[in-house]
């Protein structure tokens, strides 16, 4: 265990990464089996990971359990979020976007799900659906009552194929409403489609049992557990984590300080006061090397992420790849306290190779023999994580043919440049 120091109420700015990066899981070392027990404590320590579509190395909510955790079964995570009731420790909600979050966390989501069904916090097409077309909405869910899981295209009722983004058949209008509202919620995945099922079928009796806590109650839990994963934060940073609204958490905010569950500091260089949870410890240092999805919760929050490392991160998914700065799946790198380089990544599932588009190092970084080292090995590590035997240096820059001679012996059998 690294040695520890107790927090001032005046952090510097690399004590306050230290203990961000403590929060988030990556300061111990990574166990040689990843077991149930492992998973669990790391998914009640973050409180929420974020799914999304893009699968250019894997999907984004098995990423940052690998970034922490090392090589892990991804079987894991699945039963986890989509088990049965006695293994189902995650459900899928809106947290931070769509959602797994621990399912100590639903009841705190009640109000949440109130406010859907008023029309409120949802998209506004998925607001007026619920409005204008409720004899659809009471249809789909009498099916789910009867049949469920059950998909979107297994209700479908529209002739002809579907138009582009947001052109969802009435029934995928009717479920996605009902997800939000609470009165369904995702029994399992089929691929990437969400099967809908009656939340009494799906989620532990205990969990549905519970009393529902009041807003104030449930702000203060949401606040409390982002606080605890963020380590140091702003006011807008608690807010963020789990997308709550300023008007709603002030009062909140206000009791963790009165009871002294919070402690106000100041950060070097932040305009805001910060936050963290009673009188932590700091670590003196952090070494946990590590590649980060795009979506990973330490780096989500774009304007915390430069206040926090300096760092300056935008997606390029969906830019044209002319004007792209970096790449279309770019990770950053974690080395020590510091992101210290941006790599694209792809996986080439057909070719059997993880494919190392780019590396872009970051202006004030010039990378060393040690962190060359430690940057082959979150390469050879996840290509042998992902199934691909291969390693593929596509990156033409110097710093790339560096690496090439820097590479560690034993990671030569699987390179290919």
């Not at 909510?61 to 955790?69: D, E, G």
């Not at 990437?192 to 104030?216: H, M, S, T």
């Amino acid at each position: 265990m690294p040695s520890v120091i107790s927090s001032p109420r005046r952090l510097t700015l690399a004590q306050a990464r230290r203990l961000a990066l403590k929060a988030q899981g990556f300061t111990s070392s990574p166990p040689v089996i990843v077991n149930r027990g492992h998973l669990n404590r790391l998914l009640d320590r973050l409180g929420v990971l974020q799914i999304d579509s893009v699968n250019a190395l894997a999907r984004s909510h098995y990423l940052p359990v690998f970034s922490r955790l090392g090589s892990y079964s991804t079987d894991l995570l699945d039963e986890a979020a989509w088990g049965r009731n006695r293994h189902r420790s995650l459900f899928e909600y809106w947290g931070h976007e769509a959602s797994l979050l621990p399912v100590s966390l639903y009841p705190a989501m009640h109000w949440r799900m109130r406010r859907a069904q008023d029309g409120m916090g949802i998209y506004k097409h998925l607001a007026r659906f619920g409005r204008d077309r409720r004899e659809v909405i009471e249809r789909v869910l009498a099916s789910v009552q009867a049949h469920g899981p059950l998909g979107a295209g297994e209700l479908n009722t529209r002739e002809g194929p579907a138009g582009p983004w947001w052109d969802w058949s009435d029934e995928k209008h009717a479920l996605e409403w009902l997800f939000a509202a609470g009165e369904v919620t995702v029994s399992r995945r089929r691929g990437f489609e969400r099967l809908y099922d009656l939340p009494e079928r799906v989620l532990p009796e205990c969990i549905l049992n519970q009393a529902e806590p009041d807003l104030l109650d449930a702000h203060r839990q949401l606040l409390r557990q982002s606080a605890s994963a963020l380590g140091v934060a702003t006011e807008k940073d608690l807010r963020d984590y789990y997308r709550l609204a300023p008007q709603d958490t002030r009062a909140a905010l206000q009791t963790l300080i009165e009871d002294g569950t919070l402690t106000p500091v100041s950060v070097e260089g932040w305009r805001q006061p910060a936050y963290v949870i009673g009188e932590p410890r700091i670590p003196r240092q952090i070494e946990a090397p590590a590649l980060l999805s795009p979506f990973d919760s330490l780096i989500w929050f774009r304007e915390r992420t430069e206040r926090l490392f300096g760092f300056h991160y935008r997606l390029e998914f969906y830019v044209p790849p002319a004007k792209r700065t970096y790449g279309y799946y770019v990770m950053p790198f974690l080395h020590g306290d510091r992101l210290i380089g941006r790599i694209d990544l792809r996986a080439r599932r057909a070719d059997g190779e993880l494919t190392v588009v780019a590396i872009h190092p970051e202006p004030d970084i010039t990378f060393d023999d040690s962190q060359l080292t430690a940057l082959a090995r979150q390469f050879e590590q996840l290509a042998s994580w992902l199934g691909l035997p291969r390693i593929h240096l596509a990156c033409e820059r110097p710093l790339a043919q560096k690496l090439s001679t820097h590479w560690p012996v034993d990671l030569n059998r699987r390179r290919e440049l």
